[in-house]
């Protein structure tokens, strides 16, 4: 009796110590990440916007081969959704619920996302974000959350970065191609 009377103490403090802590943490949370990608626009725009592009750039799919994604709604841009299944990047869907030539905006089961897209001097400067709100138990995984998604962000922005600069290079070609033909 006086084994369990402690067992039962100690989760009892073990759960007051749980609950106490998540009610100095933030419930909030946003990851964001930007890169400067030298072509137009409206390339980015198009890798962004049709969500069967992403499996060229976006992390995920290189760290799951066998990840099964479907496709429904809108082809691109407003009203796109997918939803894929994964035992190593785990479950998930997105939609597309806010679309313009300046970004996007998405609906993950676990929070928004948000693209913006900045005409610069040498290209396009794309900033990538994620927030959200964790349920009260769970708000300790705010502080953990950065360390988390960034890295998968920054990949995926790389990723972005050089399937449009090399689209952008090989549409080069061909109009250098044009001109020697011409």
Known sequence: MKALMQILKWALITMLAFTSFNLFVSPEYKVE?????????????EQVTDLRQWENWAI???????????????ERGLGAKMIWISDVVGDGDLEIIECSSQGMKTKL???????????????????WSMNGKMPFLMSFMTMFIEDMVAPDFEKGLAGLKEVCESLLARSSEVTELDEIIN
């Open 33 to 45: 990440r930007s890169v400067e990608i030298n072509v137009p626009t409206y390339i980015v725009y």
């Open 109 to 127: 089961a676990w929070g928004n996302g948000s693209w913006h897209f900045e005409e610069t001097e040498n290209g396009t400067n794309v900033s």
């Open 60 to 74: 995920w799919w290189k760290k799951d081969t066998a990840m099964i994604t479907n496709y429904s709604g809108a």
